[in-house]
T-cell receptor, first 113, second 113 residues
Framework: GEQVEQLPSILRVQEGSSASINCSYE??????FPWYKQEPGENPKLIID?????ERKQIQELIVLLDKKAKRFSLHITDTQPGDSAMYFC????????????FGQGTSLSVVP | ETAVFQTPNYHVTQVGNEVSFNCKQT?????MYWYKQDSKKLLKIMFS???????VNETVPRRFSPQSSDKAHLNLRIKSVEPEDSAVYLC????????????FGSGTRLTVL
Protein backbone atom coordinates (compact mmCIF):
# COMPACT_ATOMS: atom_id res chain seq x y z
CA GLY A 1 0.00 0.00 0.00
CA GLU A 2 0.89 3.66 -0.11
CA GLN A 3 3.57 5.01 2.20
CA VAL A 4 4.25 8.69 2.78
CA GLU A 5 7.50 10.03 4.19
CA GLN A 6 7.56 13.53 5.70
CA LEU A 7 10.53 15.67 6.67
CA PRO A 8 11.61 17.37 8.78
CA SER A 9 9.97 16.07 11.93
CA ILE A 10 10.80 19.28 13.79
CA LEU A 11 11.12 22.75 12.24
CA ARG A 12 11.86 25.99 14.00
CA VAL A 13 11.79 29.29 12.09
CA GLN A 14 11.92 32.97 12.82
CA GLU A 15 8.71 34.94 12.58
CA GLY A 16 8.40 36.46 9.13
CA SER A 17 10.58 33.87 7.41
CA SER A 18 9.42 30.92 5.27
CA ALA A 19 8.93 27.34 6.37
CA SER A 20 9.10 24.33 4.06
CA ILE A 21 7.94 20.78 4.64
CA ASN A 22 8.64 17.99 2.20
CA CYS A 23 6.82 14.73 1.53
CA SER A 24 7.39 11.80 -0.76
CA TYR A 25 5.07 8.97 -1.73
CA GLU A 26 5.44 5.56 -3.31
CA UNK A 27 2.25 4.82 -5.22
CA UNK A 28 2.39 6.49 -8.63
CA UNK A 29 -1.41 6.13 -8.82
CA UNK A 30 -1.87 8.56 -5.92
CA UNK A 31 -3.66 11.64 -7.19
CA UNK A 32 -4.75 13.62 -4.15
CA PHE A 33 -2.41 15.32 -1.70
CA PRO A 34 -3.93 17.27 1.20
CA TRP A 35 -2.21 19.03 4.07
CA TYR A 36 -3.66 19.08 7.55
CA LYS A 37 -2.78 21.36 10.46
CA GLN A 38 -3.23 20.19 14.04
CA GLU A 39 -2.93 22.72 16.84
CA PRO A 40 -2.21 21.53 20.39
CA GLY A 41 -5.23 19.78 21.87
CA GLU A 42 -7.19 20.16 18.65
CA ASN A 43 -8.16 17.86 15.79
CA PRO A 44 -6.44 17.96 12.40
CA LYS A 45 -7.99 20.38 9.91
CA LEU A 46 -7.48 20.63 6.15
CA ILE A 47 -5.57 23.76 5.17
CA ILE A 48 -4.76 23.19 1.51
CA ASP A 49 -4.75 20.36 -1.01
CA UNK A 50 -3.56 19.66 -4.52
CA UNK A 51 -4.63 17.18 -7.15
CA UNK A 52 -2.42 15.43 -9.65
CA UNK A 53 -3.58 17.63 -12.52
CA UNK A 54 -1.83 20.61 -10.91
CA GLU A 55 1.79 21.43 -10.12
CA ARG A 56 1.28 24.42 -7.88
CA LYS A 57 -1.47 25.83 -5.72
CA GLN A 58 -1.51 28.87 -3.46
CA ILE A 59 -3.96 29.99 -0.80
CA GLN A 60 -2.79 33.21 0.80
CA GLU A 61 0.54 32.42 2.50
CA LEU A 62 0.35 28.67 1.78
CA ILE A 63 1.96 27.25 -1.35
CA VAL A 64 1.85 23.58 -2.33
CA LEU A 65 4.09 22.14 -5.04
CA LEU A 66 3.69 18.73 -6.64
CA ASP A 67 6.35 16.89 -8.66
CA LYS A 68 4.68 13.74 -9.98
CA LYS A 69 7.80 12.43 -11.70
CA ALA A 70 9.80 12.54 -8.47
CA LYS A 71 6.72 11.57 -6.41
CA ARG A 72 7.27 14.49 -4.10
CA PHE A 73 5.14 17.32 -2.83
CA SER A 74 5.83 20.15 -0.46
CA LEU A 75 4.21 22.84 1.64
CA HIS A 76 5.69 26.29 1.89
CA ILE A 77 4.45 28.82 4.41
CA THR A 78 5.59 32.33 3.58
CA ASP A 79 5.80 35.13 6.16
CA THR A 80 5.27 32.78 9.09
CA GLN A 81 3.44 34.01 12.19
CA PRO A 82 3.26 32.58 15.73
CA GLY A 83 -0.22 31.29 14.90
CA ASP A 84 1.36 28.99 12.31
CA SER A 85 3.00 27.01 15.12
CA ALA A 86 1.39 23.55 15.03
CA MET A 87 1.77 19.99 13.74
CA TYR A 88 1.48 19.68 9.97
CA PHE A 89 0.64 16.45 8.20
CA CYS A 90 0.86 15.65 4.53
CA UNK A 91 -1.20 12.82 3.09
CA UNK A 92 -1.83 10.98 -0.13
CA UNK A 93 -4.56 8.85 -1.56
CA UNK A 94 -5.08 6.86 -4.74
CA UNK A 95 -8.32 6.27 -6.66
CA UNK A 96 -8.18 2.57 -5.84
CA UNK A 97 -7.77 3.14 -2.12
CA UNK A 98 -11.44 3.66 -1.26
CA UNK A 99 -10.86 7.19 0.01
CA UNK A 100 -8.14 5.99 2.35
CA UNK A 101 -5.75 8.80 3.22
CA UNK A 102 -2.24 7.76 4.24
CA PHE A 103 -0.56 10.38 6.40
CA GLY A 104 3.07 11.35 6.75
CA GLN A 105 4.75 11.29 10.14
CA GLY A 106 4.05 14.95 10.84
CA THR A 107 6.17 18.06 11.28
CA SER A 108 6.15 20.10 14.46
CA LEU A 109 6.56 23.72 13.38
CA SER A 110 7.53 26.39 15.87
CA VAL A 111 7.57 30.03 14.82
CA VAL A 112 9.64 32.09 17.22
CA PRO A 113 9.60 35.89 17.53
CA GLU B 1 -24.19 22.69 14.55
CA THR B 2 -22.77 20.31 11.97
CA ALA B 3 -19.62 18.46 12.92
CA VAL B 4 -18.13 15.18 14.09
CA PHE B 5 -18.85 14.42 17.73
CA GLN B 6 -16.94 11.91 19.83
CA THR B 7 -17.56 10.60 23.31
CA PRO B 8 -15.95 10.26 25.74
CA ASN B 9 -13.15 12.84 25.52
CA TYR B 10 -10.96 10.84 27.90
CA HIS B 11 -10.97 7.33 29.25
CA VAL B 12 -8.62 5.73 31.76
CA THR B 13 -8.85 1.99 32.29
CA GLN B 14 -6.93 -1.07 33.40
CA VAL B 15 -5.30 -3.67 31.18
CA GLY B 16 -7.79 -6.34 30.16
CA ASN B 17 -10.91 -4.19 30.40
CA GLU B 18 -13.32 -3.52 27.55
CA VAL B 19 -13.95 0.03 26.29
CA SER B 20 -16.30 1.57 23.76
CA PHE B 21 -16.05 4.87 21.97
CA ASN B 22 -18.85 6.60 20.13
CA CYS B 23 -18.81 8.82 17.08
CA LYS B 24 -21.60 10.68 15.34
CA GLN B 25 -21.45 13.06 12.40
CA THR B 26 -24.09 15.57 11.40
CA UNK B 27 -22.42 16.61 8.15
CA UNK B 28 -24.54 14.36 5.96
CA UNK B 29 -21.49 12.31 4.95
CA UNK B 30 -21.69 8.66 3.99
CA UNK B 31 -18.17 7.57 4.90
CA MET B 32 -16.67 7.40 8.37
CA TYR B 33 -13.26 6.44 9.69
CA TRP B 34 -11.32 5.58 12.79
CA TYR B 35 -7.73 6.80 12.99
CA LYS B 36 -5.28 6.12 15.80
CA GLN B 37 -2.83 8.86 16.81
CA ASP B 38 -0.03 7.62 19.03
CA SER B 39 2.24 9.50 21.41
CA LYS B 40 4.53 10.43 18.50
CA LYS B 41 1.52 11.97 16.73
CA LEU B 42 1.53 9.34 13.98
CA LEU B 43 -1.89 9.15 12.33
CA LYS B 44 -2.83 5.67 11.16
CA ILE B 45 -6.11 4.58 9.64
CA MET B 46 -7.78 1.63 11.33
CA PHE B 47 -11.17 1.28 9.65
CA SER B 48 -13.47 3.02 7.24
CA UNK B 49 -17.15 2.47 6.59
CA UNK B 50 -19.30 3.58 3.69
CA UNK B 51 -23.04 3.49 4.31
CA UNK B 52 -22.64 1.01 7.19
CA UNK B 53 -20.39 -1.27 5.15
CA UNK B 54 -16.80 -1.94 6.12
CA UNK B 55 -14.54 -0.68 3.34
CA VAL B 56 -11.08 -0.48 4.84
CA ASN B 57 -9.79 -2.74 7.56
CA GLU B 58 -6.12 -2.21 8.19
CA THR B 59 -3.94 -4.64 10.07
CA VAL B 60 -5.42 -4.06 13.48
CA PRO B 61 -5.51 -6.52 16.40
CA ARG B 62 -8.72 -8.54 16.55
CA ARG B 63 -9.62 -7.02 19.89
CA PHE B 64 -10.65 -3.89 17.94
CA SER B 65 -14.12 -4.04 16.40
CA PRO B 66 -15.96 -1.18 14.72
CA GLN B 67 -19.75 -1.00 14.70
CA SER B 68 -21.96 1.11 12.47
CA SER B 69 -25.71 1.35 12.93
CA ASP B 70 -26.20 3.88 10.15
CA LYS B 71 -24.08 6.15 8.01
CA ALA B 72 -24.00 8.85 10.71
CA HIS B 73 -22.65 6.65 13.50
CA LEU B 74 -19.45 4.66 13.85
CA ASN B 75 -18.44 3.22 17.19
CA LEU B 76 -15.27 1.43 18.23
CA ARG B 77 -15.05 -1.32 20.78
CA ILE B 78 -11.81 -2.63 22.21
CA LYS B 79 -12.00 -5.93 24.05
CA SER B 80 -9.28 -6.56 26.62
CA VAL B 81 -7.20 -3.41 26.19
CA GLU B 82 -3.40 -3.56 26.18
CA PRO B 83 -0.92 -0.83 27.25
CA GLU B 84 -0.02 -0.17 23.60
CA ASP B 85 -3.63 0.80 22.96
CA SER B 86 -3.01 4.05 24.84
CA ALA B 87 -3.48 6.73 22.19
CA VAL B 88 -5.91 9.28 20.85
CA TYR B 89 -8.61 7.73 18.69
CA LEU B 90 -9.86 10.13 16.06
CA CYS B 91 -13.12 9.63 14.25
CA UNK B 92 -13.55 11.32 10.88
CA UNK B 93 -16.09 11.56 8.12
CA UNK B 94 -16.15 12.51 4.46
CA UNK B 95 -18.25 12.23 1.38
CA UNK B 96 -17.66 9.10 -0.64
CA UNK B 97 -15.32 9.45 -3.58
CA UNK B 98 -11.86 10.54 -4.55
CA UNK B 99 -10.16 13.53 -3.05
CA UNK B 100 -12.65 14.16 -0.30
CA UNK B 101 -11.84 16.28 2.74
CA UNK B 102 -11.74 14.49 6.07
CA UNK B 103 -13.49 16.17 8.96
CA PHE B 104 -12.14 14.98 12.29
CA GLY B 105 -13.77 14.80 15.67
CA SER B 106 -11.99 16.08 18.75
CA GLY B 107 -10.73 12.61 19.63
CA THR B 108 -10.92 10.20 22.55
CA ARG B 109 -7.75 9.93 24.61
CA LEU B 110 -7.38 6.41 25.98
CA THR B 111 -4.95 5.67 28.79
CA VAL B 112 -4.39 2.04 29.72
CA LEU B 113 -2.77 1.54 33.11
Amino acid sequence: GEQVEQLPSILRVQEGSSASINCSYEDSASNYFPWYKQEPGENPKLIIDIRSNMERKQIQELIVLLDKKAKRFSLHITDTQPGDSAMYFCAASAPSSFSKLVFGQGTSLSVVP
Amino acid sequence: ETAVFQTPNYHVTQVGNEVSFNCKQTLGHDTMYWYKQDSKKLLKIMFSYNNKQLIVNETVPRRFSPQSSDKAHLNLRIKSVEPEDSAVYLCASSSWGEAETLYFGSGTRLTVL
